[in-house]
Nanobody, 125 residues
Framework: QVQLVESGGGLVQAGGSLRLSCAASGRTFSSYTMGWFRQAPGKEREFVSAISRSVGTTRYADSVKGRFTISQDNAKNTVSLQMNSLKPEGAAVYYC??????????????????WGQGTQVTVSS
């Protein structure tokens, strides 16, 4: 069974930083595409960032470009999201997800087959 477990969420002041991690187990994810999505109350789930683990191609939503960085640790089978200069509108539940191998990561939630349980990020203004 595929399992994704997020960690690193919490409360941060606007302008602060958090680092989210996603640990994968159950299958070999070395060639998968791994993505981060977020969902705020009353809003649809939206794409944040993704990385093609086989070739290292990354993709970011325009709203987080220059502030968020996605990275991977193949030895630990984890993908991380470094979030800097957080804004109040960034408060949401952040989800890790896994997709088939792609050269260029998809931003569509429907393309991702496996999902973690989510981790809460709260940004105080």
């Amino acid at each position: 069974q595929v399992q994704l477990v997020e960690s690193g969420g919490g409360l941060v002041q606007a302008g602060g930083s958090l680092r989210l991690s996603c640990a994968a187990s159950g299958r070999t994810f070395s060639s998968y595409t791994m993505g981060w999505f977020r969902q705020a109350p009353g809003k649809e789930r939206e794409f944040v960032s993704a990385i093609s683990r086989s070739v290292g191609t990354t993709r970011y939503a325009d709203s987080v470009k220059g502030r968020f960085t996605i990275s991977q640790d193949n030895a630990k089978n984890t993908v991380s999201l470094q979030m800097n200069s957080l804004k109040p509108e960034g408060a949401a539940v952040y989800y890790c997800a896994a997709d088939q191998p792609r050269y260029y990561p998809s931003s569509k939630a429907s393309d991702y087959d496996y999902w973690g349980q989510g981790t809460q990020v709260t940004v105080s203004s």
